[in-house]
């Protein structure tokens, strides 16, 4: 099957760079979007103090749309993130205090402004918080408003809760109305902003489709849905996850030179995927890097890991962790930007094993897998291999004031004294 012409710079734009997994009602989007301005949010989960690499796509589908014209809205979660969604789910999620989302709010509000114009004109973005209005919903009028418009029947279908059940795990009747939570804010953006189109992942369909029908069937009036595909590496891992757990997009969570190597390990077969979706490079220039011949494709791979870490932490940090990563691997050096860990000088002149070092400074999950690096030749110590993690580092193995660990091809980190 062929896909539809889009005549809307937005949804051409959106297809050609391949953000576009389902579409509902695609022509009456399209002619929208060709007519006049669209506006549109996604939603975004207050759990964690910072979004992840995993979130980068729906910021970028907001940017995109930003890029063409239209309105973007930024819908946090104050009051869904109280429910707990369920999709993609095997258990419940900790319930966090009313305090813990506010602060998680506040500190995930300062990503948004890298990659989003904010302000009050009619294409600048908006940041909205649903606890705002369903906090304020009484228990029997929520029911009695919105409940004749779900049946149970249609809820138990969707991916979200049928794959919970079939995983037998236990889905709580507080997550079971997390989808209507979330069409109820559609509805409410709808009347009060103006907005039509819900965008998210394509696990989130089953619950945006609910959005649609409830404007459409209580309102009378257009609403759309637009998914991305699952984000997944060719190897099949999940976008945003790393050997050190999530790729956090929060500079005090995960440093930029962090940031800049984990863009600089994309699989070969990616770059021209990563730099479509997480760069605004253009077309024919993605073209030329990602068919790069052999080892020229690193290239390419230090172009995407430039231009991402650009994006949200600024040039200047950029620079700094490439020319971090150039002395660290092409010339053997060190620099003041790479990863850096704390060690009690008292400590070193004591003498610590080097599988402990490793397990702290972050370079392996455990002992074992620091021995096990170390047998295999992956593990070095001021740019030398070392196979013993038994071995004994102290005062001695200090060079220019921090002793050099390197684990695998990529990963450094500085131990200083202090």
């Known amino acids: ?70 309105k973007p809205v930024v819908l946090m979660g104050g009051g869904t993130t109280k429910v707990g969604d369920p999709s993609g789910k095997d258990e419940s999620r900790k319930l966090l205090t009313e305090a813990d989302i506010a602060a998680n709010i506040a500190s995930i509000r300062t990503v948004f402004e890298k990659f989003l114009t904010f302000g009050d004109g009619p294409t600048d973005a908006v940041m909205v918080n649903n606890d705002d209005w369903l906090s304020k919903l ?19 279908t969707f991916d979200s809760v049928k794959l919970r059940l079939e995983r037998e795990q236990p889905l709580t009747f507080l997550e079971f109305n997390y989808m209507l939570m979330q069409a109820v804010d559609f509805l409410h953006l709808n009347r009060t902003r103006g907005v039509q189109l819900q965008m998210g992942g394509s696990d989130q369909w089953g619950n945006i489709i609910n959005g649609v029908e409830l404007v459409r069937r209580m309102d009378q009036k257009s609403a759309f849905a637009l998914t991305t ?77 430039n231009e991402a870490t650009r994006m949200l932490h600024g040039a200047a940090e950029a620079e700094k962790a490439a020319a971090a990563a150039q002395a660290a691997f092409e010339q053997g050096g060190l620099s003041a930007d790479l990863p850096t860990h704390e060690i009690a000088a008292a400590e070193l002149e004591t003498g610590v094993q080097l599988a402990d070092l490793v397990v702290a400074a972050g370079l392996a999950g455990s002992k074992g897998e620091a021995r096990r690096l170390a047998q295999g030749g992956g593990l070095r110590v001021n740019d030398a291999a ?4 038994n071995r004994t580092i102290a005062t001695a193995d200090l060079l220019d004031g921090v002793v050099k660990l390197g684990a695998g091809k990529k990963k450094i980190v500085l131990v200083k004294p202090v």
């Open 1 to 70: 099957m062929s896909e539809p012409a889009f005549k809307s710079e937005f949804l051409k734009t959106m297809q050609a760079r391949g953000y576009i997994h389902q579409v509902s009602h695609p022509e009456e989007l399209d002619s929208a979007a060709a007519s006049g301005i669209v506006t549109a949010y996604v939603g975004f989960d207050a759990t964690a103090p910072s979004l992840h690499v995993g979130n980068l796509i729906s910021i970028m589908m907001l940017r995109r749309l930003q890029q063409a014209g239209h």
């Open 138 to 156: 009484g228990y029997i009028e929520f029911l009695r408003e919105y409940g004749p418009h779900f049946t149970v029947n249609r809820m138990l």
């Open 229 to 305: 595909p699952l984000l997944t590496t060719s190897s099949g891992a999940k976008m945003g996850k790393s050997a050190a757990g999530a790729v956090w997009l929060n500079a005090d969570m995960r440093s930029p030179y962090d940031y800049w190597q984990f863009w600089r390990n994309t699989e070969d077969a990616d770059v021209g995927k990563f730099l479509r979706l997480f760069t605004d490079l253009p077309l024919d220039e993605v073209a030329r890097l990602e068919s790069l011949p052999g080892a020229e494709i690193n290239e390419a791979k230090k172009v995407l890991a």
């Open 386 to 389: 070392e196979t013993d993690a």
